[in-house]
DNA sequence: GTTAAAAACGAAAACGTTTTCGATATAAAT
DNA sequence: ATTTATATCGAAAACGTTTTCGTTTTTAAC
């Protein structure tokens, strides 16, 4: 009924729980013999290690806990999945919490993964996060944290990032390039760095390639969420203040999705009245009609780097070494589609 | 630099170690002003009792498991979101694995599970699961284990499902009540039982309705997981064979969609020519034009359900009660939008 | 047959908590 | 002052492992 211990099989075996441990985990000062006379045993018993106990003992858990705002989010769990495909071939098994972009549960999680003594810790932040306390405490306290796509700069820990700046440079310029001569942006909410920096971007290439900036040409979020309907809805206000646009560059590929959608009923031709280039690479952009040049944010490949880089730093801490902080940013590309000419 | 322990605490209180655990822990025997002395100086230094140690000893880890085929899947992160809300209200946290179908690596993701002593397991099983021993392996060892969605029959533990045939029933019925004479299906793989019974509960509106069932209807998808590309395929393949096809039940909003658009594409009028029900009720159903009848399967609710489940299996099993396994089925309901007449 | 070196083993402490049960101190009762 | 009851405390075992360091046994060397 209850689970085999060395003591167990030491006590079959008559040999002290010493020899039995160190048989089993192949020490030197252990006789062929007994080895296999353990291992055997062992294996016919199904011994398994109680975790617990090992934990305890040697103060690691082997499990990693990773927050994100969202999990119901095509990039966020493509992240997860990223993670922990690479936790699994080290061994280590991952908790998962969502902060649901609120502050208070971010910091309430940060500390129930403290609590639960996690190894290390990935965070996204949420939109809401400007006080990051919760998060100086975790590196404090010398635990591995990594933090990817939404990160605070002032942080002192790993990150791993895209260059949502350059990204969005890039799907303007190509906007530029193919054309158009006036260029809206939809940008998501205001706080977020992301949003920020890919509206910097944006800009940049405008004012680089000789274009004026007009704010009336940048939309805003206010909603929550309601990602698909806000692209509808900036679409038809967009329709209606500007007859002059002919191309726009959208935060997120599922707003530029409903953005297609209300010109596609509108009957505003896409590319040739009006060019669109989304975020993401959202996989439904290959599938509409016409189909969403976009940039491809490897949410997949975030998370596997995110996860790399956070073991480095478990087995330096493990050494005793001062584990090396870094910044990893990641190559976005343009993929080019139907929505630009 | 060290985390803070009760031994700390009880020195430079000059009091024992399980005085102060008992005052943490408002034990009766202890006087209120100690326990105020112990209280405030935990505080102070910032006590956090350690999880290993507490794991020991009470040998639960206030952890469970959940493994699903995929993550990156809306149905399933809606079902994680779910499970996940639930835990954290009553102390659980939760430990991610995905199977990606695989009978295999479900196999040893439950070992690992177990190696780590979780307290419970969730589970949807892989398309590829067809033998069960690492399950009634986990229901031998008396530990909770609720399957959901994709279930197996044969183990003896609680489930969280849905009526899946009785689902395709009603949406079949409602293609043959809005006018439709000849009906299609294209149903997923064949193996899962979420499929098998979508097929029967089409098939048996068919018969009850007095409409012949004829196989060359229903399409089956080879392939693997590229619904929506499946959708396409399928819609054409059907234009080929079939000329007087006036409504189809899809197995996956996906495919739907995918199918939605191809005829789209090909001029054929939804849903004058063709009416179209999906299954799941994906976001992305109520977006697309014409927006997509479907029903709505509650991965959400289903998460929440299959959580408090376990939870009560959980405390039963503390209280050394045998726990009572259960089989719960959530409602489905026909959401009816602009694909169906 | 003695000694030295090498090989094999085990006792015991440690990780930090929880809980049982016995011991002590205080208050109440006679 | 003695007994009884009650309130408060603490010693110690237990959870199962890992690892240090000392002890014993075997082998090799002379």
Same mark, same amino acid.
């Given at each position: 009924?209850?689970?085999?211990?060395?003591?167990?099989?030491?006590?079959?075996?008559?040999?002290?729980?010493?020899?039995?441990?160190? /048989?089993?985990?192949?020490?030197?000062?252990?006789?062929?013999?007994?080895?296999?006379?353990?291992?055997?045993?062992?294996?016919?018993?199904?011994?398994?290690?109680?975790?617990?106990?090992?934990?305890?003992?040697?103060?690691?858990?082997?499990?990693?806990?990773?927050?994100?705002?969202?999990?119901?989010?095509?990039?966020?769990?493509?992240?997860?999945?990223?993670?922990?495909?690479?936790?699994?071939?080290?061994?280590?098994?991952?908790?998962?919490?969502?902060? @649901?972009?609120?502050?208070?549960?971010?910091?309430?999680? %940060? @500390?129930?993964?403290?609590?639960?003594?996690?190894?290390?810790?990935?965070?996204?932040?949420?939109?809401?996060?400007?006080?990051?306390?919760?998060?100086?405490?975790?590196?404090?306290?010398?635990?591995?944290?990594?933090?990817?796509?939404?990160?605070?700069?002032?942080?002192?820990?790993?990150?791993?990032?895209?260059?949502?700046?350059?990204?969005?440079?890039?799907?303007?310029?190509?906007?530029?390039?193919?054309?158009?001569?006036? %260029?809206?942006?939809?940008?998501?909410?205001?706080?977020?760095?992301?949003?920020?920096?890919?509206?910097?971007?944006?800009?940049?290439?405008?004012?680089?390639?000789?274009?004026?900036?007009?704010?009336?040409?940048?939309?805003?979020?206010?909603?929550?969420?309601?990602?698909?309907?806000?692209?509808?809805?900036?679409?038809?206000?967009?329709?209606?203040?500007?007859?002059?646009?002919?191309?726009?560059? %959208?935060?997120?590929?599922?707003? /530029?999705?409903?953005?297609?959608?209300?010109?596609?009923?509108?009957?505003?031709? %896409?590319?040739?009245?009006? /060019?669109?280039?989304?975020?993401?690479?959202?996989?439904?952009?290959?599938?509409?009609?016409?189909?969403?040049?976009?940039?491809?944010?490897?949410?997949?490949?975030?998370?596997?780097?995110?996860?790399?880089?956070?073991?480095?730093?478990?087995?330096?801490?493990?050494?005793?070494?001062?584990?090396?902080?870094?910044?990893?940013?990641?190559?976005?590309?343009?993929?080019?589609?139907?929505?630009?000419?």
């Amino acid at each position: 009924m209850k689970p085999v211990t060395l003591k167990q099989i030491a006590e079959t075996l008559g040999i002290s729980i010493t020899t039995v441990s160190k /048989a089993l985990k192949d020490y030197p000062d252990v006789s062929k013999k007994t080895k296999a006379l353990v291992k055997d045993l062992a294996q016919t018993l199904n011994y398994k290690p109680n975790a617990f106990a090992v934990n305890l003992r040697t103060s690691e858990s082997k499990t990693i806990g990773i927050i994100v705002p969202e999990i119901v989010h095509h990039f966020f769990s493509n992240v997860i999945k990223g993670i922990i495909s690479q936790a699994e071939k080290k061994g280590y098994l991952v908790i998962i919490l969502q902060s @649901n972009e609120s502050y208070e549960l971010e910091k309430k999680q %940060i @500390n129930l993964l403290l609590d639960k003594r996690v190894d290390g810790i990935l965070i996204s932040l949420a939109n809401g996060t400007a006080d990051f306390k919760h998060l100086t405490e975790v590196v404090s306290q010398d635990k591995p944290l990594v933090m990817f796509d939404k990160i605070a700069k002032i942080v002192k820990c790993s990150k791993v990032v895209i260059d949502d700046r350059k990204a969005a440079y890039s799907a303007t310029q190509h906007l530029i390039d193919t054309g158009c001569k006036r %260029i809206a942006h939809f940008r998501g909410p205001l706080l977020p760095q992301n949003s920020i920096d890919r509206f910097l971007g944006y800009k940049k290439a405008l004012l680089d390639n000789g274009f004026p900036y007009d704010p009336s040409l940048v939309y805003i979020c206010e909603c929550g969420d309601m990602s698909f309907d806000e692209g509808k809805l900036n679409a038809s206000k967009l329709l209606n203040d500007h007859d002059d646009v002919d191309g726009i560059f %959208i935060n997120t590929d599922m707003v /530029a999705i409903g953005a297609i959608t209300e010109f596609n009923k509108r009957g505003v031709r %896409i590319p040739e009245d009006i /060019a669109i280039v989304g975020f993401s690479n959202w996989f439904m952009s290959s599938a509409i009609t016409p189909s969403l040049t976009t940039i491809n944010q490897p949410g997949f490949e975030m998370g596997k780097k995110a996860f790399k880089q956070l073991y480095k730093e478990l087995k330096a801490i493990k050494k005793n070494k001062s584990k090396a902080i870094k910044t990893i940013t990641l190559e976005t590309i343009l993929v080019k589609r139907d929505s630009t000419k």
